[in-house]
């Protein structure tokens, strides 16, 4: 607050940043606003033009005095005025326990406590807080002051707002922190404090980003100096004219109401006067209209000019940035497609040498609590976390790599609009099973080519098969399982449904050391199974059925079975499941991707686990969105390894050293704090390719599932003419065709269901797959379909006679 001297003679707006329109204005309704007697009503506040209550007050409020009466209730921020001894007051923030270092805020420093929110199991914190140079830092005690920062925040590009009496909400740098004062009194002795540390924090900014800010600012500050003089003189001009008009206007009247012609002499003379006063008064102000428009339009013309430059500058520098990205991605794609060494593991050879390392560990709460973090210091030389601390395998750990040139794009996706009557006029007299779906809504891949994209990330699989400890080996495994879900963050559209008896093989065995399988076991329900046999030590095996459950807004998917995965020289066998996936926005607006549920990853030999936690999207949560967690626990339930990352980015792990237990949340839950190592990466998302959005947002693995490769069975994905088609922008012919082969799979079975009856059993056997049998899973005990060999031997013959012509 102000004293009325400082207000009067206006040397306040000297000592403070902020702007003096919104300052002045609203002191200028509210005293316009007192009620009889002068009172100003108790409770008023002042509020600044941008909403920001500054305030209560209850003093008398007379005449022009009043904004002396008003303000001499408080202490002056300008010349630090104590209240007047007739109007003693007792000091409000002794009475609330502030505790602030300074009575006045504004200065260099300012600290005091304030309750901060940490998350909805804890609530409200009490915080020491240090407004300093235009930061707002944070700690638990006055005694973190020494060593220890919870948080800071840069005020210069925060925003201020409150809430009700106690609360203040400050946002920067995409985050919200919410505060709350002791009193209302407080509050507002913040509130008042942060606005002038933030306005000098921009200034200090402007002056420092600029070096040729003070000119500039002198130029600009006699410029508005000689447009408010011209205002002025405009202004005076008005007046004069108001004056002279009102009285030509008085003469004029008494000329006409004149009876005695003697009178009249004396009358016309002073309306002579009062005329040739307005002509005069008249053209001077005219002629002070027109310097102000010069000067108005030279100053625009200049500042236009300055404009344009800062926007062709912006642009030049927009071509430029897209340009680095450009050649970034280039690079990228360069360094993935030369040749690599298998054996290019980053080791850490300090802790072999003995070097110290200074260790930080952070606090991992199973109640997901992120800002509440301890810091500690752990011993040096402490063994750190090393995925690569494996064997090498010398069949092939030192061989290099030729990579065969595959394609690296597919024709545009064409711009068609859905036109829903376009659909629903082929469904008129049809059944609803036989209803075709089009295309429109379709990827160009098949769901045996989704399914074989979970080996994008296969390189942490062959790290895996490397570790010489089933617990890192276990880190890296789940790292796997969450990076198939990376590539459906963009990917929105279906996958055409493969038909029975549909195959589709991945053959990277000079490459990578691997070789996939898939078939399309069943139709009713529709299941696929997988088998991946690696020369790098590990072989993959499951099968997958879908089920789905509309529900209005959005589409929940949800996949059936089991994934198993072992290593040759182990003999460690993982399993685990998949989450559930959410397409939302399925009737109106527009489609994306959650990822939610449970995995459990369990080795079934020495019954390590792994538990993931995927955190579903929700508008009021303050985690990041497509938040992963996980713990490694050994076979005594005791944790070994934090996992933490998105589904969508990345995945780390960190070592835990030490546990114990911390204070209960509110749900009567005992916490356990972890002491971890630094956290180490597991897994990292490639970058988007170049002109993604335009090829179905597909990785570089997707672009070359469906690429021509000789030798392929007949029943391979890749021959699928409908999906060629889709591919190559021919919708329609491809709806057509795709029509087609559902009809014509819809023959087979019902000649084949013709075949059983007039049989002598009559009994119709199930589609019987060529290169999977259902036997009993000894580790679930479930009936699954297990790779019985011999694709691969048919094709080095190109014996592919069993084969059924499904195209």
Same mark, same amino acid.
């Given at each position: 607050?102000?004293?009325?001297?400082?207000?009067?003679?206006?040397?306040?707006?000297?000592?403070?940043?902020?702007?003096?329109?919104?300052?002045?204005?609203?002191?200028?309704?509210?005293?316009?606003?007192?009620?009889?007697?002068?009172?100003?009503?108790?409770?008023?506040?002042?509020?600044?033009?941008?909403?920001?209550?500054?305030?209560?007050?209850?003093?008398?409020?007379?005449?022009?005095?009043?904004?002396?009466?008003?303000?001499?209730?408080?202490?002056?921020?300008?010349?630090?005025?104590?209240?007047?001894?007739?109007?003693?007051?007792?000091?409000?923030?002794?009475?609330?326990?502030?505790?602030?270092?300074?009575?006045?805020?504004?200065?260099?420093?300012?600290?005091?406590?304030?309750?901060?929110?940490?998350?909805?199991?804890?609530?409200?914190?009490?915080?020491?807080?240090?407004?300093?140079?235009?930061?707002?830092?944070?700690?638990?005690?006055?005694?973190?002051?020494?060593?220890?920062?919870?948080?800071?925040?840069?005020?210069?590009?925060?925003?201020?707002?409150?809430?009700?009496?106690?609360?203040?909400?400050?946002?920067?740098?995409?985050?919200?922190?919410?505060?709350?004062?002791?009193?209302?009194?407080?509050?507002?002795?913040?509130?008042?404090?942060?606005?002038?540390?933030?306005?000098?924090?921009?200034?200090?900014?402007?002056?420092?980003?600029?070096?040729?800010?003070?000119?500039?600012?002198?130029?600009?500050?006699?410029?508005?100096?000689?447009?408010?003089?011209?205002?002025?003189?405009?202004?005076?001009?008005?007046?004069?004219?108001?004056?002279?008009?009102?009285?030509?206007?008085?003469?004029?009247?008494?000329?006409?109401?004149?009876?005695?012609?003697?009178?009249?002499?004396?009358?016309?003379?002073?309306?002579?006067?009062?005329?040739?006063?307005?002509?005069?008064?008249?053209?001077?102000?005219?002629?002070?209209?027109?310097?102000?428009?010069?000067?108005?339009?030279?100053?625009?013309?200049?500042?236009?000019?300055?404009?344009?430059?800062?926007?062709?500058?912006?642009?030049?520098?927009?071509?430029?940035?897209?340009?680095? @990205? =450009?050649?970034?991605? /280039? #690079? +990228? *794609?360069? !360094?993935?497609? %030369?040749?690599?060494?298998? &054996?290019?593991?980053? $080791?850490?050879?300090?802790?072999?040498?003995?070097?110290?390392?200074?260790?930080?560990?952070?606090?991992?709460?199973?109640?997901?609590?992120?800002?509440?973090?301890?810091?500690?210091?752990?011993?040096?030389?402490?063994?750190?976390?090393?995925?690569?601390?494996?064997?090498?395998?010398?069949?092939?750990?030192?061989?290099?790599?030729?990579?065969?040139?595959?394609?690296?794009?597919?024709?545009?996706?064409?711009?068609?609009?859905?036109?829903?009557?376009?659909?629903?006029?082929?469904?008129?007299?049809?059944?609803?099973?036989?209803?075709?779906?089009?295309?429109?809504?379709?990827?160009?891949?098949?769901?045996?080519?989704?399914?074989?994209?979970?080996?994008?990330?296969?390189?942490?699989?062959?790290?895996? @098969? =490397?570790?010489?400890? /089933? #617990? +890192? *080996?276990? !880190?890296?495994? %789940?790292?796997?399982?969450? &990076?198939?879900?990376? $590539?459906?963050?963009?990917?929105?559209?279906?996958?055409?449904?493969?038909?029975?008896?549909?195959?589709?093989?991945?053959?990277?065995?000079?490459?990578?050391?691997?070789?996939?399988?898939?078939?399309?076991?069943?139709?009713?329900?529709?299941?696929?199974?997988?088998?991946?046999?690696?020369?790098?030590?590990?072989?993959?095996?499951?099968?997958?059925?879908?089920?789905?459950?509309?529900?209005?807004?959005?589409?929940?998917?949800?996949?059936?079975?089991?994934?198993?995965?072992?290593?040759?020289?182990?003999?460690?066998?993982?399993?685990?499941?998949?989450?559930?996936?959410?397409?939302?926005?399925?009737?109106?607006?527009?489609?994306?991707?959650?990822?939610?549920?449970?995995?459990?990853?369990?080795?079934?030999?020495?019954?390590?686990?792994?538990?993931?936690?995927?955190?579903?999207?929700?508008?009021?949560?303050?985690?990041?969105?497509?938040?992963?967690?996980?713990?490694?626990?050994?076979?005594?339930?005791?944790?070994?390894?934090?996992?933490?990352?998105?589904?969508?980015?990345?995945?780390?792990?960190?070592?835990?050293?030490?546990?114990?237990?911390?204070?209960?949340?509110?749900?009567?839950?005992?916490?356990?704090?972890?002491?971890?190592?630094?956290?180490?990466?597991?897994?990292?998302?490639?970058?988007?390719?170049?002109?993604?959005?335009?090829?179905?947002?597909?990785?570089?693995?997707?672009?070359?599932?469906?690429?021509?490769?000789?030798?392929?069975?007949?029943?391979?994905?890749?021959?699928?003419?409908?999906?060629?088609?889709?591919?190559?922008?021919?919708?329609?012919?491809?709806?057509?065709?795709?029509?087609?082969?559902?009809?014509?799979?819809?023959?087979?079975?019902?000649?084949?269901?013709?075949?059983?009856?007039?049989?002598?059993?009559?009994?119709?056997?199930?589609?019987?797959?060529?290169?999977?049998?259902?036997?009993?899973?000894?580790?679930?005990?479930?009936?699954?379909?297990?790779?019985?060999?011999?694709?691969?031997?048919?094709?080095?013959?190109?014996?592919?006679?069993?084969?059924?012509?499904?195209?």
């Amino acid at each position: 607050m102000l004293c009325g001297q400082c207000i009067k003679n206006k040397s306040w707006l000297l000592k403070i940043d902020v702007p003096i329109e919104i300052i002045v204005k609203p002191m200028q309704r509210q005293l316009a606003n007192c009620g009889p007697g002068g009172i100003l009503t108790a409770g008023t506040g002042f509020q600044f033009s941008d909403g920001k209550r500054m305030g209560k007050a209850a003093a008398p409020c007379s005449g022009s005095g009043g904004i002396l009466s008003v303000l001499s209730a408080v202490p002056c921020l300008s010349c630090k005025l104590q209240p007047h001894k007739s109007r003693r007051m007792s000091d409000p923030l002794k009475s609330t326990g502030a505790a602030l270092a300074t009575a006045v805020p504004g200065y260099d420093t300012y600290k005091g406590w304030l309750f901060k929110w940490t998350n909805y199991l804890k609530g409200y914190q009490r915080r020491w807080f240090v407004l300093s140079n235009g930061l707002l830092s944070y700690y638990r005690t006055k005694a973190e002051m020494a060593h220890t920062c919870r948080g800071t925040i840069n005020l210069a590009t925060a925003h201020i707002d409150t809430e009700d009496s106690c609360n203040i909400v400050l946002t920067s740098g995409g985050r919200t922190y919410h505060l709350k004062a002791s009193s209302e009194v407080e509050r507002q002795r913040w509130v008042t404090g942060l606005e002038l540390a933030k306005a000098k924090a921009i200034r200090m900014m402007h002056d420092q980003s600029d070096p040729s800010s003070q000119s500039d600012k002198s130029k600009l500050h006699s410029t508005l100096k000689i447009l408010s003089s011209k205002l002025d003189d405009l202004n005076t001009c008005n007046d004069l004219i108001s004056k002279h008009g009102a009285a030509l206007q008085r003469s004029l009247s008494e000329l006409e109401n004149l009876r005695i012609p003697s009178e009249s002499g004396e009358k016309i003379k002073a309306v002579n006067e009062r005329a040739t006063l307005f002509r005069i008064t008249s053209n001077a102000m005219i002629n002070a209209c027109r310097d102000f428009l010069e000067l108005a339009e030279t100053t625009s013309r200049k500042w236009q000019r300055a404009l344009q430059y800062e926007q062709e500058q912006r642009i030049r520098l927009e071509e430029t940035i897209e340009q680095l @990205a =450009k050649q970034h991605n /280039s #690079l +990228e *794609q360069a !360094c993935r497609e %030369a040749p690599v060494l298998s &054996s290019n593991l980053v $080791t850490i050879s300090s802790i072999a040498k003995g070097e110290n390392l200074s260790i930080t560990s952070r606090l991992m709460e199973t109640s997901d609590e992120d800002e509440e973090t301890e810091y500690f210091d752990a011993m040096e030389d402490t063994p750190v976390f090393d995925g690569t601390q494996a064997k090498e395998n010398n069949t092939y750990g030192k061989e290099v790599v030729q990579k065969k040139k595959r394609r690296t794009r597919i024709p545009d996706k064409p711009n068609y609009s859905l036109n829903l009557w376009s659909i629903m006029k082929n469904c008129i007299g049809k059944e609803l099973s036989k209803i075709p779906m089009p295309v429109n809504f379709n990827e160009p891949l098949s769901m045996l080519q989704r399914l074989t994209e979970d080996l994008e990330y296969h390189e942490l699989l062959d790290k895996a @098969a =490397k570790c010489e400890s /089933s #617990l +890192e *080996q276990i !880190c890296y495994i %789940a790292a796997f399982s969450v &990076s198939s879900y990376s $590539t459906t963050v963009h990917r929105t559209a279906k996958p055409f449904n493969p038909l029975l008896g549909e195959t589709y093989e991945l053959d990277r065995f000079e490459e990578y050391g691997y070789r996939s399988i898939c078939e399309q076991v069943s139709h009713h329900p529709p299941a696929a199974a997988h088998h991946v046999y690696s020369r790098r030590g590990w072989t993959l095996w499951q099968e997958i059925t879908i089920a789905s459950k509309f529900r209005g807004k959005y589409l929940s998917i949800m996949p059936l079975g089991a994934i198993h995965l072992q290593f040759h020289s182990s003999g460690n066998h993982y399993v685990w499941r998949k989450v559930t996936s959410t397409v939302h926005n399925i009737i109106v607006g527009k489609l994306w991707i959650d990822q939610s549920g449970d995995i459990d990853l369990v080795n079934l030999k020495t019954k390590e686990t792994c538990q993931l936690k995927f955190t579903p999207y929700s508008y009021f949560s303050r985690d990041i969105p497509r938040k992963v967690t996980g713990v490694v626990t050994d076979c005594d339930n005791k944790a070994q390894y934090i996992l933490s990352g998105t589904w969508d980015e990345k995945m780390e792990c960190a070592k835990i050293m030490q546990s114990s237990c911390g204070n209960s949340t509110s749900e009567g839950k005992q916490k356990t704090v972890y002491q971890t190592l630094p956290p180490k990466l597991l897994w990292k998302k490639y970058p988007l390719l170049e002109n993604a959005e335009n090829m179905y947002y597909f990785s570089e693995l997707a672009l070359t599932l469906n690429e021509f490769e000789e030798g392929v069975a007949p029943t391979d994905s890749r021959l699928r003419p409908d999906q060629h088609l889709m591919e190559n922008g021919l919708w329609d012919e491809a709806n057509v065709e795709k029509q087609r082969l559902e009809e014509k799979q819809r023959s087979v079975r019902r000649r084949r269901e013709a075949e059983s009856a007039e049989s002598l059993h009559g009994v119709y056997e199930n589609y019987q797959p060529l290169w999977f049998e259902k036997k009993v899973d000894s580790a679930t005990g479930e009936m699954t379909y297990m790779y019985k060999g011999g694709y691969w031997e048919a094709k080095e013959k190109q014996d592919w006679k069993i084969c059924p012509d499904i195209f």
